[in-house]
Protein backbone atom coordinates (compact mmCIF):
# COMPACT_ATOMS: atom_id res chain seq x y z
CA UNK A 1 0.00 0.00 0.00
CA UNK A 2 1.22 3.47 -0.54
CA UNK A 3 2.45 5.39 2.31
CA UNK A 4 0.40 8.51 1.24
CA UNK A 5 -2.71 6.40 2.72
CA UNK A 6 -0.97 4.37 5.16
CA UNK A 7 -2.18 5.29 9.12
CA UNK A 8 1.19 3.97 10.56
CA UNK A 9 3.06 6.87 8.41
CA UNK A 10 0.56 9.65 9.31
CA UNK A 11 -0.77 8.70 12.74
CA UNK A 12 0.17 7.42 16.41
CA UNK A 13 0.50 3.81 16.56
CA UNK A 14 -2.57 2.16 17.21
CA UNK A 15 -4.73 4.47 15.45
CA UNK A 16 -6.23 4.69 12.14
CA UNK A 17 -8.36 6.84 9.90
CA UNK A 18 -11.76 5.31 11.08
CA UNK A 19 -10.76 6.97 14.33
CA UNK A 20 -10.89 10.23 13.35
CA UNK A 21 -14.21 10.39 11.89
CA UNK A 22 -16.02 13.51 13.26
CA UNK A 23 -19.42 13.14 15.21
CA UNK A 24 -21.89 15.73 16.07
CA UNK A 25 -19.88 16.90 18.74
CA UNK A 26 -16.52 16.35 17.40
CA UNK A 27 -15.33 17.54 14.83
CA UNK A 28 -11.83 16.43 13.26
CA UNK A 29 -9.79 17.89 10.32
CA UNK A 30 -11.59 16.77 6.97
CA UNK A 31 -8.76 16.34 4.20
CA UNK A 32 -10.49 17.73 1.08
CA UNK A 33 -11.40 20.90 2.97
CA UNK A 34 -7.68 22.32 2.14
CA UNK A 35 -8.20 21.94 -1.29
CA UNK A 36 -11.46 22.52 -1.94
CA UNK A 37 -12.15 25.90 -0.12
CA UNK A 38 -8.75 27.72 0.08
CA UNK A 39 -8.69 27.49 -3.64
CA UNK A 40 -12.13 28.89 -3.95
CA UNK A 41 -11.83 31.45 -1.50
CA UNK A 42 -8.43 32.73 -2.85
CA UNK A 43 -10.61 32.82 -6.07
CA UNK A 44 -12.70 35.17 -4.58
CA UNK A 45 -10.35 36.97 -2.55
CA UNK A 46 -8.40 37.76 -6.06
CA UNK A 47 -12.07 38.84 -7.38
CA UNK A 48 -12.82 41.17 -4.50
CA UNK A 49 -9.34 42.95 -4.73
CA UNK A 50 -9.63 43.75 -8.73
CA UNK A 51 -13.53 44.87 -8.44
CA UNK A 52 -13.64 46.59 -5.21
CA UNK A 53 -10.55 47.34 -3.21
CA UNK A 54 -8.09 48.39 -6.19
CA UNK A 55 -10.82 50.55 -7.85
CA UNK A 56 -12.49 51.88 -4.57
CA UNK A 57 -10.03 51.66 -2.17
CA UNK A 58 -6.25 51.19 -3.40
CA UNK A 59 -6.17 53.42 -6.40
CA UNK A 60 -7.64 56.99 -3.93
CA UNK A 61 -5.18 56.08 -1.82
CA UNK A 62 -2.41 55.73 -3.70
CA UNK A 63 -3.47 59.32 -5.89
CA UNK A 64 -4.03 60.73 -2.25
CA UNK A 65 -0.29 59.78 -1.59
CA UNK A 66 1.33 60.83 -4.71
CA UNK A 67 1.87 57.75 -6.38
CA UNK A 68 1.50 58.12 -9.70
CA UNK A 69 0.13 55.07 -12.34
CA UNK A 70 2.19 56.57 -15.50
CA UNK A 71 4.00 53.83 -17.29
CA UNK A 72 6.73 54.77 -19.49
CA UNK A 73 6.15 54.62 -23.50
CA UNK A 74 7.55 51.35 -25.22
CA UNK A 75 10.72 51.86 -27.61
CA UNK A 76 10.25 51.04 -31.01
CA UNK A 77 10.34 47.63 -32.02
CA UNK A 78 13.25 46.09 -33.40
CA UNK A 79 13.89 42.14 -33.10
CA UNK A 80 17.16 42.13 -33.10
CA UNK A 81 17.24 43.99 -29.65
CA UNK A 82 14.22 41.94 -28.50
CA UNK A 83 15.97 38.99 -29.13
CA UNK A 84 18.70 40.79 -27.10
CA UNK A 85 16.70 41.92 -24.67
CA UNK A 86 15.27 38.30 -23.84
CA UNK A 87 18.85 37.16 -23.34
CA UNK A 88 20.56 39.12 -21.29
CA UNK A 89 18.12 41.81 -20.12
CA UNK A 90 20.04 44.99 -19.12
CA UNK A 91 23.34 43.04 -18.37
CA UNK A 92 24.45 42.69 -21.78
CA UNK A 93 28.29 42.44 -22.24
CA UNK A 94 30.02 45.07 -23.96
CA UNK A 95 31.69 43.22 -26.75
CA UNK A 96 27.57 42.00 -27.49
CA UNK A 97 26.75 45.72 -27.32
CA UNK A 98 29.36 46.56 -29.82
CA UNK A 99 28.51 43.88 -32.32
CA UNK A 100 24.63 44.37 -31.90
CA UNK A 101 25.15 48.03 -32.83
CA UNK A 102 27.47 47.35 -35.99
CA UNK A 103 25.10 44.85 -37.04
CA UNK A 104 21.72 47.39 -36.99
CA UNK A 105 23.53 50.72 -37.97
CA UNK A 106 23.10 52.39 -34.20
CA UNK A 107 25.59 53.61 -31.73
CA UNK A 108 26.49 51.52 -28.62
CA UNK A 109 24.86 54.31 -26.94
CA UNK A 110 21.69 54.35 -28.47
CA UNK A 111 21.29 50.35 -28.23
CA UNK A 112 22.25 50.63 -24.18
CA UNK A 113 19.24 53.30 -24.14
CA UNK A 114 16.67 50.77 -26.20
CA UNK A 115 17.27 48.60 -23.62
CA UNK A 116 16.88 50.80 -20.36
CA UNK A 117 13.40 51.63 -21.98
CA UNK A 118 12.22 48.06 -23.01
CA UNK A 119 13.28 47.17 -19.09
CA UNK A 120 11.65 50.51 -17.74
CA UNK A 121 8.74 48.76 -19.89
CA UNK A 122 8.67 45.58 -18.36
CA UNK A 123 9.02 45.86 -14.37
CA UNK A 124 6.87 46.51 -12.20
CA UNK A 125 5.91 50.32 -11.30
CA UNK A 126 5.92 51.66 -8.58
CA UNK A 127 2.10 52.38 -9.25
CA UNK A 128 1.64 48.88 -9.35
CA UNK A 129 3.57 47.91 -6.26
CA UNK A 130 1.68 49.93 -4.32
CA UNK A 131 -1.34 48.02 -5.02
CA UNK A 132 0.83 44.64 -4.13
CA UNK A 133 1.67 46.21 -1.18
CA UNK A 134 -1.93 47.38 -0.01
CA UNK A 135 -3.39 44.64 -0.95
CA UNK A 136 -0.63 42.47 1.07
CA UNK A 137 -0.92 44.95 4.29
CA UNK A 138 -5.19 44.37 4.23
CA UNK A 139 -4.43 40.74 4.34
CA UNK A 140 -1.96 40.42 6.71
CA UNK A 141 -3.88 43.12 8.85
CA UNK A 142 -7.04 41.22 8.93
CA UNK A 143 -5.32 37.74 9.39
CA UNK A 144 -3.29 39.54 12.52
CA UNK A 145 -5.82 40.50 14.14
CA UNK A 146 -8.52 37.60 13.16
CA UNK A 147 -5.49 35.32 14.49
CA UNK A 148 -5.39 37.05 18.14
CA UNK A 149 -8.93 36.91 18.36
CA UNK A 150 -9.29 33.53 17.64
CA UNK A 151 -5.70 32.08 19.60
CA UNK A 152 -6.42 34.24 22.93
CA UNK A 153 -8.81 31.63 24.20
CA UNK A 154 -7.31 28.92 23.07
CA UNK A 155 -5.82 26.61 25.86
CA UNK A 156 -2.43 25.41 24.07
CA UNK A 157 -1.13 29.20 22.99
CA UNK A 158 -0.17 29.61 26.88
CA UNK A 159 0.60 25.69 27.52
CA UNK A 160 2.17 24.64 23.86
CA UNK A 161 2.28 21.23 25.22
CA UNK A 162 -1.13 20.75 24.65
CA UNK A 163 -0.63 21.11 21.31
CA UNK A 164 0.47 17.29 22.21
CA UNK A 165 -1.46 15.94 24.64
CA UNK A 166 -4.08 13.48 23.70
CA UNK A 167 -2.80 14.01 20.30
CA UNK A 168 -4.59 13.37 17.54
CA UNK A 169 -8.13 13.60 19.54
CA UNK A 170 -8.24 17.43 19.20
CA UNK A 171 -11.42 19.02 17.60
CA UNK A 172 -11.15 21.40 15.29
CA UNK A 173 -13.59 24.93 16.08
CA UNK A 174 -15.68 26.51 13.71
CA UNK A 175 -13.27 29.59 14.25
CA UNK A 176 -9.84 27.94 14.12
CA UNK A 177 -11.51 26.28 10.73
CA UNK A 178 -12.04 29.36 9.14
CA UNK A 179 -8.75 31.05 10.41
CA UNK A 180 -6.87 27.99 8.87
CA UNK A 181 -9.02 28.37 5.32
CA UNK A 182 -8.90 31.86 4.80
CA UNK A 183 -4.92 31.93 5.73
CA UNK A 184 -4.90 29.47 3.12
CA UNK A 185 -6.93 31.10 0.32
CA UNK A 186 -4.73 34.08 0.60
CA UNK A 187 -1.44 32.45 0.18
CA UNK A 188 -2.90 30.48 -2.63
CA UNK A 189 -4.12 33.93 -4.15
CA UNK A 190 -0.73 35.73 -3.38
CA UNK A 191 1.19 33.14 -5.13
CA UNK A 192 -1.03 33.21 -8.09
CA UNK A 193 -0.77 36.86 -8.61
CA UNK A 194 2.55 37.07 -7.70
CA UNK A 195 3.92 34.10 -10.89
CA UNK A 196 3.54 36.11 -13.73
CA UNK A 197 5.11 39.52 -12.27
CA UNK A 198 8.72 40.22 -13.56
CA UNK A 199 11.53 39.55 -10.81
CA UNK A 200 14.99 41.56 -10.94
CA UNK A 201 16.42 38.83 -9.68
CA UNK A 202 15.59 35.14 -9.75
CA UNK A 203 16.77 34.69 -6.41
CA UNK A 204 14.63 36.34 -4.68
CA UNK A 205 11.34 35.29 -6.70
CA UNK A 206 12.39 31.46 -6.05
CA UNK A 207 12.60 32.46 -1.81
CA UNK A 208 9.48 34.35 -2.33
CA UNK A 209 7.71 31.50 -4.25
CA UNK A 210 9.49 29.00 -1.82
CA UNK A 211 8.42 30.38 1.31
CA UNK A 212 4.66 30.66 -0.11
CA UNK A 213 4.82 26.85 -1.01
CA UNK A 214 6.55 25.95 2.17
CA UNK A 215 3.83 27.31 3.87
CA UNK A 216 1.35 26.15 1.70
CA UNK A 217 2.93 22.56 2.45
CA UNK A 218 3.05 23.25 5.93
CA UNK A 219 -0.60 23.81 6.61
CA UNK A 220 -1.76 21.12 4.61
CA UNK A 221 0.32 18.65 6.09
CA UNK A 222 -0.80 19.86 9.12
CA UNK A 223 -4.30 19.88 8.76
CA UNK A 224 -4.14 16.11 7.39
CA UNK A 225 -2.02 15.22 10.51
CA UNK A 226 -4.57 17.15 12.51
CA UNK A 227 -1.13 19.27 13.87
CA UNK A 228 -3.85 22.06 13.77
CA UNK A 229 -2.81 23.75 17.24
CA UNK A 230 0.74 24.04 16.50
CA UNK A 231 -0.33 24.84 13.03
CA UNK A 232 -2.50 27.94 14.15
CA UNK A 233 1.01 29.14 16.46
CA UNK A 234 2.73 28.79 13.50
CA UNK A 235 0.52 31.21 11.74
CA UNK A 236 -0.03 33.89 14.63
CA UNK A 237 3.90 34.18 14.62
CA UNK A 238 4.16 34.16 11.48
CA UNK A 239 1.90 36.95 11.10
CA UNK A 240 2.82 39.56 13.15
CA UNK A 241 5.61 41.19 11.19
CA UNK A 242 4.20 41.45 8.03
CA UNK A 243 1.90 44.22 8.64
CA UNK A 244 4.50 46.71 9.96
CA UNK A 245 6.79 45.61 6.50
CA UNK A 246 4.15 46.11 4.01
CA UNK A 247 3.27 49.43 6.05
CA UNK A 248 6.95 50.66 5.46
CA UNK A 249 6.88 49.64 1.61
CA UNK A 250 3.83 51.50 1.34
CA UNK A 251 5.88 54.14 2.47
CA UNK A 252 8.64 53.67 0.84
CA UNK A 253 6.87 53.76 -2.71
CA UNK A 254 4.74 57.15 -1.49
CA UNK A 255 8.18 58.71 -0.95
CA UNK A 256 7.54 59.04 3.12
CA UNK A 257 10.57 58.17 4.32
CA UNK A 258 10.35 59.01 8.10
CA UNK A 259 7.41 56.88 8.49
CA UNK A 260 9.22 53.84 6.00
CA UNK A 261 11.91 54.15 8.84
CA UNK A 262 9.61 54.11 11.69
CA UNK A 263 7.95 51.31 10.14
CA UNK A 264 10.71 49.63 9.17
CA UNK A 265 12.13 49.81 12.12
CA UNK A 266 8.92 47.89 13.91
CA UNK A 267 9.21 45.26 11.14
CA UNK A 268 13.23 44.43 11.89
CA UNK A 269 12.22 44.18 16.08
CA UNK A 270 9.19 42.04 15.41
CA UNK A 271 11.16 39.76 12.37
CA UNK A 272 13.88 39.30 15.11
CA UNK A 273 11.36 38.67 18.29
CA UNK A 274 9.12 36.19 16.06
CA UNK A 275 10.99 34.52 13.54
CA UNK A 276 14.55 34.58 15.14
CA UNK A 277 13.49 33.77 18.65
CA UNK A 278 9.86 33.15 19.53
CA UNK A 279 9.78 30.16 16.51
CA UNK A 280 12.71 28.09 16.86
CA UNK A 281 12.88 28.71 20.52
CA UNK A 282 9.96 28.08 21.94
CA UNK A 283 7.24 26.44 18.66
CA UNK A 284 10.54 24.36 17.18
CA UNK A 285 11.58 23.61 20.68
CA UNK A 286 8.46 22.16 21.69
CA UNK A 287 8.15 20.28 18.41
CA UNK A 288 11.76 18.10 18.59
CA UNK A 289 11.63 17.84 22.46
CA UNK A 290 8.11 17.93 23.96
CA UNK A 291 6.24 16.14 20.86
CA UNK A 292 8.10 13.19 20.51
CA UNK A 293 6.60 12.34 24.44
CA UNK A 294 3.23 12.26 22.70
CA UNK A 295 4.44 10.43 18.98
CA UNK A 296 6.63 8.69 17.26
CA UNK A 297 5.42 8.04 13.69
CA UNK A 298 7.37 8.93 10.64
CA UNK A 299 4.68 12.33 9.66
CA UNK A 300 6.17 14.01 12.52
CA UNK A 301 9.85 14.12 11.07
CA UNK A 302 8.54 15.01 7.85
CA UNK A 303 6.89 17.84 9.99
CA UNK A 304 10.06 18.76 11.40
CA UNK A 305 11.96 18.81 8.25
CA UNK A 306 9.07 20.88 6.62
CA UNK A 307 9.65 23.54 10.06
CA UNK A 308 13.41 23.59 9.51
CA UNK A 309 13.23 24.44 6.12
CA UNK A 310 10.85 27.02 7.10
CA UNK A 311 13.33 28.42 10.00
CA UNK A 312 15.90 28.13 6.88
CA UNK A 313 13.80 30.78 4.84
CA UNK A 314 14.04 32.85 7.80
CA UNK A 315 17.39 32.97 8.59
CA UNK A 316 18.12 33.77 4.55
CA UNK A 317 15.67 36.76 4.89
CA UNK A 318 16.94 37.71 8.52
CA UNK A 319 20.47 38.14 6.71
CA UNK A 320 19.19 39.94 4.03
CA UNK A 321 17.37 41.91 6.35
CA UNK A 322 20.22 42.75 8.69
CA UNK A 323 22.23 43.59 5.29
CA UNK A 324 19.53 46.64 4.59
CA UNK A 325 19.92 47.98 8.20
CA UNK A 326 23.81 48.24 7.91
CA UNK A 327 23.56 50.09 4.78
CA UNK A 328 20.93 51.94 6.34
CA UNK A 329 22.83 52.80 9.41
CA UNK A 330 26.02 53.77 6.97
CA UNK A 331 23.93 55.67 4.36
CA UNK A 332 21.32 57.27 6.46
CA UNK A 333 18.32 56.32 3.88
CA UNK A 334 16.90 53.16 3.76
CA UNK A 335 17.56 52.03 0.27
CA UNK A 336 15.57 49.03 0.47
CA UNK A 337 12.66 47.10 2.15
CA UNK A 338 12.51 43.59 1.20
CA UNK A 339 10.17 40.43 1.91
CA UNK A 340 9.53 38.89 -1.51
CA UNK A 341 11.80 40.12 -4.59
CA UNK A 342 9.18 42.54 -5.34
CA UNK A 343 11.53 45.64 -4.44
CA UNK A 344 13.60 48.64 -6.25
CA UNK A 345 17.30 47.54 -6.54
CA UNK A 346 20.46 48.97 -6.96
CA UNK A 347 20.12 48.03 -10.54
CA UNK A 348 16.48 49.50 -10.64
CA UNK A 349 17.38 52.85 -9.82
CA UNK A 350 20.32 53.05 -11.71
CA UNK A 351 18.23 51.64 -14.75
CA UNK A 352 15.55 54.43 -13.63
CA UNK A 353 18.10 57.16 -14.60
CA UNK A 354 18.80 55.32 -17.90
CA UNK A 355 22.29 54.43 -16.42
CA UNK A 356 23.67 50.92 -16.42
CA UNK A 357 27.41 50.75 -14.75
CA UNK A 358 29.09 47.84 -15.55
Given at each position: MCFLSRPDFWLPLGVTWDDLRSTDSFHFPVFSDVWIYPPAFGLCLMLFRFSFLEPRLFRPLARSMGVSDWRPAPPAFDAALEALYRRYQTKVPAQ???????????????????????????????????????????????????????????????????????????????DVWWYYMLCLAYFWSTTIIQIPKPAHRISDKVQMMSHHLFTILLMVFSWTCNFVRVGTLVLVVHECADVPLQA????????????????????????????????????????????????????????????????????GWTWIILSIVVRKLRAGTLQDVRSSGEEESEDESQMSNGIKKE
Open positions: VIVETSEANKLSPRQVQRWLNRKHAVTKSTKYEKFMDCAYDFSCHTFMCIFGFVVMVSKPWLWNITLCWRDYPHHSISTAKIFKHAGIDRLTDVMFAVFVILWLATRCCVFPLWIMYSVFFEATTFMFMPSAYLFMGLLVGLLILNL
